[in-house]
């Protein structure tokens, strides 16, 4: 079996994110950003975010999408990796809060609809052999 770890475990960018207990794959690549130039930056410069993708900002209780070009979901995640938090489909321009997250998952638009992630599920991150 896979190592699992939460958002607060993570180190380097070979995960997979996955809804734990219904196993589903939230996103195959992971990027992470958890220092000030990475989180500042997120995912300003990019085309889009594709399908499989996400970037996981640590610490993080509220994201800005000034100058993106594309809207995103936001998944707040408490340290044990728990949701506290869904936004979906995010459009540029927005300042969106939420203070009692710890990190910040985001994700290609539709993808919190798609999977049927709900507030109070689990996320983990599976390390990659």
């Known amino acids: 079996m896979a190592t699992r ?33 990475t989180r500042l930056r997120g995912l300003l410069g990019t085309a889009q975010l594709e399908w499989d993708e996400g970037l996981l900002i640590r610490p993080c209780a509220s994201v800005h999408t000034f100058f993106m070009r594309y809207p995103i979901d936001l998944v707040f995640l408490a340290k044990d990796g728990e949701v506290v938090g869904l936004r979906e489909s995010v459009v540029p321009w927005r300042i969106t809060p ?32």
């Open 5 to 37: 770890l939460s958002p607060q475990d993570l180190v380097d960018e070979s995960v997979r994110v996955l809804i734990s207990g219904r196993e589903i794959l939230l996103a195959e690549k992971l990027r992470l950003a958890t220092n000030p130039w």
């Open 98 to 129: 939420y203070f009692p997250a710890l990190c910040t998952l985001e994700l290609a638009a539709g993808r919190i609809k798609a999977t049927a992630l709900e507030l109070g599920e689990r996320v983990v991150f599976e390390a990659l052999e």
